[in-house]
């Protein structure tokens, strides 16, 4: 069967996936990144990570929200 896209589900949902995948290790990295250099960044620049992986983790949730609806 295939989705409103003309694409079959089954690639849709394995892009979506690989997006999630894709967006966790950059949420990962920079939390290490800022683990090891926090004392070397202003206070800005960690506000912008932090804001940065908040936005990271919403989309990996609205991604893992959109699989479900492709299920249905």
């Not at 996936?17 to 990144?33: A, P």
């Not at 004392?39 to 983790?57: D, G, P, S, T």
Request: net charge negative; aromatic share 2%.
């Amino acid at each position: 069967m295939t989705h409103k896209n003309d694409r079959p589900r089954a690639n849709r949902e394995e892009e979506i996936r690989k997006i999630i995948e894709d967006t966790e290790e950059n949420l990962n990295r920079t939390t290490e990144f800022a683990k090891e250099h926090g004392q070397a960044l202003n206070e800005e620049e960690m506000k912008q990570i932090e804001e940065k992986n908040e936005h990271r983790k919403e989309t990996m949730e609205n991604l893992r929200q959109a699989i479900d609806e492709e299920s249905e």
